[in-house]
């Protein structure tokens, strides 16, 4: 901060920052039902709705990266399903003796 050669470390682009609003918005109206006296003002309550915002958004940035790799290994796997679709199966050996056998109990 000295100087005010400070960078910031992130940017996180508007609809992560609403996301985080809304995933804190029951713990922010929480903390501020039951406290509305000892905040001054609209500056104090803005601060303190970005205190939790802050707080949580990593948190948010993360569950949507694992929320975004997750839909694309289901799409994965449904093409690699689709592909795979009209496998027939197999037998491993061509034993015939063991078949009529077999076919001799039932």
């Known amino acids: 901060m000295a100087?005010?050669?400070q960078k910031p470390q992130?940017?996180?682009d508007y609809k992560i920052i609403l996301l985080t609003c809304k995933?804190?918005?029951y713990s922010i109206?929480?903390?501020i039902g039951p406290n509305r006296e000892k905040i001054k003002d609209e500056r104090h309550l803005i601060n303190t709705i970005m205190s939790f915002v802050e707080n949580e958004i990593n948190n948010v940035?993360?569950?949507l990266k694992n929320a975004k790799k997750a839909e694309e290994k289901t799409i994965?796997?449904?093409l690699e399903n689709q592909?795979?679709?009209g496998a027939e199966y197999k037998a491993k050996s061509k034993n015939k003796r063991i078949d009529k056998e077999l076919e001799e109990l039932w």
């Open 61 to 63: 940035v993360s569950r």
């Open 29 to 31: 109206l929480q903390y």
């Open 83 to 85: 592909i795979h679709e």
């Open 3 to 5: 100087n005010k050669k």
């Open 10 to 12: 992130a940017n996180y």
């Open 76 to 78: 994965h796997i449904e």
């Open 23 to 25: 995933f804190c918005k």
